[in-house]
């Protein structure tokens, strides 16, 4: 199968070349990069001279030739491009925001821009297997979810999903690493300002709860708010998700739910003491640990992924294996022993 990446130069595309080059039964043909099109690949990254053939950057993508396509590209190009592969026949994964959202007038709202395809919005997929699975591997398009709604979503799930929660409104605190900014460059990224710092951002409004809130709808078809506040860590990598939501479940029962929910998971673990990104980097799991404060009735389910794992590119590649009938785990069990290459 042959496959292509576009945005090959960004965090995304390269932990996605990163996973990639550990398949032999596809072929990698198309890389593409403004800033670095007619350079080689390692060239410009020289940690991939061992593992991957000659690439060169390409500027634009020849849909003819490929088979198979992964978009990490910013979200309003995104739109375009995949009607062009849809139309071509062909499938894709899209790593930005441009179809994760049914609610169409959220584009508008949230990232400024007037969507051009709203059948083609709710005909793709939401791409969190846990979640959607069945629809994943039927699918031509799939909307990758973004790093902070997989953390929550993950986080969320078994409790909504039940309805053993009250209120109509979740409080989420988020802790991400740099790298989820993306490669270019803001002063308040570079490593003078971004060393010993720790900050919260977008506090209210921010473009991801269009996301979580729709998504919550699709599989409880409850209008479920979300109070979420973002905050960057001067780390490279990683994410840790904090939700708060009130509910009547003991601290036992509230294991015996994710537990029942997640057994069969195999990128999902429960853990007994909260989860440190660490314990994640590099790789596609989820670590999950629940408690409950008896005193304010209120449950605390705390979530930490890779957000350039599972939150991006390595749940991209557990989607590309559902969707093309491999072992959901295929490649994917022992990623983080090839080497965090980058960043």
Known sequence: ?????????????????????????????????????????????????????????EEELDIDKSDFFFLCLPHEPSVELVKNIVDKGKKVIDLSAAYRIKNVSAYSEFYKFEHSY??????????????????????QVVANPG???????????????????????????????????GRKLK?????????????????????????????????????LKIRFTPHILPVSRGMISTITVETDLTKKQLKELYHLEYRYEPFINLVDTPPHIKHVAGS??????????????????????????????????????????KEETYNLLDISRVGILYP
């Open 284 to 325: 596609n799991f989820c670590n999950i640990y629940v408690d409950k404060d008896e005193k304010t009735g209120l449950a605390v389910i705390i979530s930490a992924i890779d957000n350039l794992g599972k939150g991006a590119s390595s749940q991209a590649v557990q989607n590309l294996n559902i969707m093309t009938g």
């Open 1 to 57: 199968m042959r496959v292509a990446i576009a945005g090959a130069s960004g965090y995304t595309g390269l932990e996605l070349l990163r996973i990639l080059q550990l398949f032999k039964d596809i072929e990698i043909n198309q890389i593409t990069s403004r800033q670095y099109k007619g350079r080689a690949l390692k060239e410009v990254f020289p940690f991939f001279n061992s593992y991957v053939k000659d690439l060169t950057f």
């Open 147 to 181: 790093c902070y709604p997989t953390a929550t979503l993950l986080g969320l799930y078994p409790i909504v999903k039940e309805s053993l929660f009250k209120g109509n409104t979740v409080v989420v605190n988020a802790l991400s690493g740099i790298s989820g900014a």
């Open 118 to 139: 709203p059948d083609l919005v709710e005909k793709a997929v939401y791409g969190l297997p846990e979640i959607f699975r069945e629809d994943i591997e039927k699918a």
């Open 187 to 223: 002063e308040q990224f570079h490593y003078p300002e971004a060393y010993g710092d720790a900050y919260a951002y977008s506090p209210t409004g921010h473009r991801h709860i269009p996301e979580m809130e729709d998504v919550i709808k699709q599989f409880s078809g409850k209008d």
